[in-house]
């Protein structure tokens, strides 16, 4: 059975959370002749973030836009990520700012980037999520589509469903109509995933029954059957 190699590359660099959320906050990277090696999560997963090269957790990153853009180039061209990866998945702050900026600079050769654009249902993050898919137009990123997090809450006992944040614009599913985006999806809220997150667990094998494990299986398989 032929299995994918992926990567994630977290460029949040003031606010890491790869290592926690992968399981891997205790581990380092180590420097070779061929440069960083990533911490490998599983055989076919590796990730590289600038928490594994902080003394603590706890530690802040204080830097301007050149250190930020400079570790960004080091880490997409001094990581040996192995065998060559079948996808590298580039976790990124929420705005448009240097490491965006950055990204595109150093990626635009590559015909193959593309972006999923996260948001949560109420009107105040989708005004800055307008922002984010405006900047992929303007610097030809294609869009794959929306993903909808938080977008309502069911409860595990009575399975009744309740909208925590107000879609009082019509939630992504309205922004989406309206800026001609795919919506790929709608994951629902569930403290297990927060959980799993904290933890470093893998809530798809460990929650196969949660509503947001099907949802998260139906936006992976959407992406798949698109060209």
């Given at each position: 059975m032929l299995v994918n190699l992926i990567a994630v590359l977290d460029i949040d660099v003031c606010g890491p959370s790869m290592p926690r959320?992968?399981?891997?906050?205790?581990?380092q990277v180590h420097q070779s002749g061929s440069g960083w090696s990533p911490v490998f999560v599983d055989d076919n997963l590796s990730v590289m973030s600038v928490g594994?090269?902080?003394s603590s957790p706890d530690d802040a990153v204080i830097w301007r836009g050149p250190k930020k853009t400079g570790m960004i180039r080091?880490?997409?061209?001094?990581?040996d990520w192995g065998d060559t990866v079948d996808f590298l998945i580039i976790d990124t702050p929420p705005g448009t700012s240097d490491e965006h900026l950055s990204i595109v600079q150093?990626?635009?050769c590559m015909n193959n980037l593309q972006a999923i654009v996260v948001t949560t249902p109420q009107e105040v993050a989708?005004?800055?999520?307008?922002?984010e898919i405006d900047f992929c137009r303007k610097t030809s990123i294609p869009i794959l589509g929306v993903v909808e997090n938080m977008t309502s809450f069911i409860c595990s006992n009575c399975k009744?469903?309740?909208?925590i944040f107000?879609?009082?614009?019509?939630?992504?599913?309205?922004?989406?109509?309206?800026?001609n985006v795919p919506l790929l999806g709608k994951v629902p809220l569930d403290p297990r995933l927060a959980q799993s997150c904290d933890e470093g667990g893998n809530f798809i094998q460990e929650f196969s029954d949660s509503p947001a494990t099907t949802a998260?299986?139906?936006i992976v398989s959407k992406i798949q059957g698109l060209p």
């Open positions: 959320v992968m399981g891997v906050l205790n581990e594994f090269l902080l080091q880490f997409l061209s001094e990581v150093y990626l635009k989708l005004l800055d999520v307008r922002k009744q469903s309740s909208e107000p879609k009082n614009t019509g939630g992504a599913e309205a922004m989406c109509a309206e800026l998260f299986i139906e």
